[in-house]
T-cell receptor, first 117, second 114 residues
Framework: AQKVTQAQTEISVVEKEDVTLDCVYE???????LFWYKQPPSGELVFLIR??????QNEISGRYSWNFQKSTSSFNFTITASQVVDSAVYFC??????????????FGKGTHLIIQP | DTEVTQTPKHLVMGMTNKKSLKCEQH?????MYWYKQKAKKPPELMFV???????INESVPSRFSPECPNSSLLNLHLHALQPEDSALYLC?????????????FGPGTRLTVT
């Protein structure tokens, strides 16, 4: 069975600090997909990134970067020079292919990121 | 345009009421989903529609009844709900029905059952 663990329940940093959100996953599949979503106080889940299990290249998008390491089953997310607008709950999620169809996303419990001005 | 719309934004209903939540997407996506999210918890999958057919029902009580009238619309019919059903109900869609596609979420309907 698949599982996503986000051990950090809440992180609070001062604006402009760098912050890393951890995500560890479990799956028996060799083909799977990992995602990060942002949920601001308004409630809408915003898609940030998708990574498939065969692509371990790190990715950078502006102030955001992601580190995917299959050896440790981790898919960590770093925000550089954090801003108040980054305050939100961030979810890591996993989707497997073995079901042959849409199984939906398995979410971690989320990390509440607070950026203080 | 990666927009998924949901109506209403807020809904208060009594335990004997019948109401419906609506979701719409115009991205040509062929899979649509309903999730339930309680406060300070992650979203939990309820239903998946793939090519307008129900493909997954995560053992959801029958007081929740999904409907997919066409490829762009997804409804969730509610009847005889319980106070513990109060939650944020999120609709999502994805291009395909395999695990590799990202899901795009609507803003949700915040449901309160009194």
């Amino acid at each position: 069975a698949q599982k996503v663990t986000q051990a950090q329940t809440e992180i609070s940093v001062v604006e402009k600090e760098d912050v890393t959100l951890d995500c560890v996953y479990e799956t028996r599949d060799t083909t799977y997909y990992l995602f990060w979503y942002k949920q601001p106080p308004s409630g809408e889940l915003v898609f940030l990134i998708r990574r498939n299990s065969f692509d371990e290249q790190n990715e950078i998008s502006g102030r955001y970067s992601w580190n995917f390491q299959k050896s440790t089953s981790s898919f960590n997310f770093t925000i550089t020079a954090s801003q108040v607008v980054d305050s939100a709950v961030y979810f890591c999620a996993l989707s497997e292919m073995s079901g042959g169809g849409a199984d939906g996303l398995t979410f971690g419990k989320g990390t509440h990121l607070i950026i203080q001005p | 345009d990666t927009e998924v719309t949901q109506t209403p934004k807020h809904l208060v209903m009594g335990m004997t009421n019948k109401k419906s939540l609506k979701c719409e997407q115009h991205m040509g996506h062929r899979a649509m989903y309903w999730y339930k999210q309680k406060a300070k918890k992650p979203p939990e999958l309820m239903f998946v529609y793939s090519y307008e057919k129900l493909s997954i029902n995560e053992s959801v009580p029958s007081r929740f009844s999904p409907e997919c009238p066409n490829s762009s619309l997804l409804n969730l019919h509610l009847h005889a709900l319980q106070p513990e059903d109060s939650a944020l109900y999120l609709c999502a869609s994805s291009q395909g029905n395999t695990g590799g596609y990202e899901q795009y979420f609507g803003p949700g309907t915040r449901l309160t059952v009194t």
